[in-house]
Every structure is written in C-alpha cells, then in structure tokens.
C-alpha cells in the first residue's frame, strides 16, 4: 500500500503527464496551422506517448491499492511562433518531467517504497530518450536556421515517426 506522500507524488506525476499530452497535441495543432504535417504528426505521436505514460501511473497507483485523484489540466501556451520556438519549449519540459521523476526517485528511497522505486526506473530511462530526442531536434532546426528547404526536410524526416513502412 502506498503512503499518503507517495500516493501525492504518484498522482502530481499522473496530472503532469496528462498535461503533457495536451501540451504536444496542442503543438500538432500549431504545426498544422503552419502546413508542416510531419512536425505536427511528431507532435501527435509525442501526445499518445505521453498519455501511455499518465496510464501507467494510474494503473500503478491502482495495483497498488492507492487512489487516484484526477485535476484539472491547465490550457496549453500556445507562445510559441515558429518551430524553435516548439521545440525549445518541448526540451525545457521534458527537463521539467525528468526533476519531477527524479523527486519521486528520491521520495521512493527515502521512503523505502522499493515497488515504487522499481516502477519509476523505467521513467528514468525514457526520459533520457525523451530529452536526447527534443534536443537533437531542436538542434536540427538551430542548423537550419531559417532555410525552408531545411525545414520542409526535416518536416519530411519527423513525419516519418510512428509510420510502419
């Protein structure tokens, strides 16, 4: 059974994930309007993935005879104006999910909750993936600059993620 500090923490991470689905999809919905479909379906696919990781937690926090407490998921900023811009504001989140997941970390061993500890190992792992990929992007488009050719490229290139060919 959970302690009520870890059922918090679990639950904080659970609505942050959310959040970030809603965050990504929001994205799509910018790169649509801008007609690059390939940033947009990266974006998309980034939303699920981020869905699947709020499941796990709400499925975590269940077998583990917690309780799960749903909270209102803030509108997305939509303050970005181009694709930089995206892909700035995705890295800084994901280093904002990392501390999150690295605090619960720490809480699980300090609480000698080795379950917990256990299931969020795999989080630990993703999000090193999760940060290696919005910065190598991010990266790409610093390349780019402000070429549209580049960037109709690299719209190509992401469109390509989640594709069974």
Do not use: C
Request: cysteine-free.
């Amino acid at each position: 059974m959970l302690n009520e500090k870890i059922q918090k923490a679990l639950n904080e991470q659970l609505n942050l994930e959310v959040s970030s689905s809603y965050e990504y999809l929001a994205m799509s919905a910018f790169f649509e309007t801008l007609n690059f479909s390939g940033f947009a379906a990266w974006m998309r696919v980034q939303s699920t993935e981020e869905y699947a990781h709020a499941l796990k937690f709400y499925d975590f926090i269940l077998q583990t005879n917690g309780k799960v407490e749903l909270t209102q998921i803030n509108t997305p900023s939509l303050h970005y104006k181009t694709p930089k811009d995206a892909f700035e504001a995705t890295y800084k989140h994901e280093q904002k999910v990392t501390a999150s997941i690295h605090n619960l970390v720490g809480l699980a061993i300090d609480s000698k909750d080795y379950a917990t500890n256990n299931f969020l190992q795999w989080f630990v792992n993703e999000q090193v993936e999760e940060e290696a990929n919005a910065l190598k992007i991010l990266e790409r488009i610093k390349m780019i600059e402000d070429s549209k050719g580049g960037l109709l490229y690299l719209d190509k290139e992401l469109g390509k993620r989640g594709r069974t060919a």
